[in-house]
């Protein structure tokens, strides 16, 4: 293996190391929730101040990715990511009050926006559609795990608080490791080769001409809906299996981290067929997989019926986020594939918030049996919007 190969394979495993590092934080809230809320006696629907809190963070970082990167570099940027999620996350341990969580949501988010933004915009400039589907399977092992942290820090200590200690001293270890290695990222794959093509990082398009593009708005709008698909049912799972339709605490863990289980195994597969199904085509059959899914779960004859629904709304969903990255290209060109990546990002983050929020507010003032509902509305409308933006 050629020297500049292995350049290459070092910086991919990397960014699959943080891409698990951001994924870990996300898996712990939907099964700490309930213990957490206890603890602050707090309303069920409470925990859309936190999401609101942590995507402010997320949303400056991630706008700000491409003047970070480029004083900070890549690994300079994974490294101040890890330490500020890592600070963020020991501090909810300590915190006295539920006040005390909010800045500290801000803190988090702000470290995992950067890196996020960063990294695609990098994955899609310089590999192909596998390698980012596999970066994003890298994503669903972290929030895979973290569901798993969090119930065995329950059931062996009875507290939310041991699975935010394991998680945030393994972020502080990762963002050492980072701050070693940041001179890697130092440097291209494709540096020194005069006739290299036009990558999307090449092009320095004004951010109010990728706004006029209609392709850009409609990106917007599906990633702004669709990160609310995934973070819905990622967050709301564990509470309405155990608290509506009466599932033991320990299955209802369990399968809410299948739920992020079927969504990791998902995007490995779709590594390995993305390139001949094409990005299109792999999130309308991923579309109408989740909706089968979601009217599964809506539907609710029998437990076993509610638990598949789960999983299969994981599984369909998980080539979804990195094929619409992938085809950005497609919907805004080259010229402005960069600016809309990142705006992508930010509205993701947006959605990641404000729509398992409503979701909250739907389930306080009727039941959490409107979840279900609300999300097979959610699939509808984006089946929608990708229709339009392929036409």
């Not at 501090?91 to 801000?106: D, F, K, N, R």
């Amino acid at each position: 293996m050629t020297p500049k190969r292995q350049f290459k394979i070092g910086l991919i495993l990397l960014a699959y190391v943080a891409f698990i590092s951001l994924g870990l934080p996300d898996g712990l809230l939907g099964v700490a929730w309930p213990s957490m809320r206890a603890d602050f006696a707090l309303p069920l629907d409470a925990l859309g101040m936190l999401l609101v809190a942590s995507t402010a963070g997320y949303l400056t970082s991630s706008f700000f990715s491409g003047r970070i990167m480029a004083r900070m570099g890549v690994g300079g940027l994974l490294a101040a990511s890890c330490a500020a999620t890592g600070g963020s996350l020991l501090g909810y341990t300590l915190a006295p009050s539920w006040w005390a969580m909010i800045p500290l949501g801000v803190g988090a988010g702000l470290g995992a926006g950067a890196i996020d933004a960063g990294l695609n915009t990098y994955i899609a400039s310089h590999h192909g559609e596998s390698l980012m589907q596999w970066l994003h399977a890298s994503f669903g092992v972290g929030i895979t795990l973290g569901p798993i942290i969090m119930t065995t820090g329950l059931n062996l200590f009875g507290a939310w608080r041991v699975g935010y200690v394991v998680v945030g001293v393994a972020q502080l270890a990762l963002a050492g490791c980072f701050a070693v290695t940041a001179s890697l990222w130092r440097q291209n794959g494709t540096a020194g080769e005069a006739d290299a093509p036009m990558r999307l990082t090449d092009f320095q398009t004004p951010l109010r001409e990728t706004l006029r593009q209609r392709g850009a708005w409609l990106s917007i709008l599906m990633f702004f809906i669709y990160t609310g698909i995934e973070v819905t049912l990622g967050l709301w799972a564990y509470t309405l299996l155990t608290e509506s339709r009466g599932i033991a605490p320990a299955i209802a863990g369990l399968w809410a981290g299948s739920y992020w289980g079927t969504f990791t195994v998902g995007r490995v597969m779709a590594g390995l067929y993305a390139p001949r199904v094409g990005a299109n085509r792999l999130v309308q059959i991923s579309l109408l997989g989740a909706l089968v899914g979601a009217l599964l779960l809506w539907w609710n004859p029998a437990q076993a019926v509610s638990l598949f629904g789960v999983g299969l709304v994981g599984f369909a969903v998980a080539p979804i986020f990195p094929a619409l990255v992938s085809g950005t290209s497609g919907r805004v060109s080259m010229r402005h594939a960069a600016n809309t990546i990142g705006m992508q990002i930010s509205a993701a983050g947006l959605g990641a918030a404000l729509l398992p929020t409503v979701a909250g507010s739907l389930a306080r003032y009727t039941s959490l049996e409107a979840i279900p509902v609300y999300l097979a509305t959610l699939i509808v409308t984006l089946i929608v919007l990708h229709h339009q933006s392929t036409r």
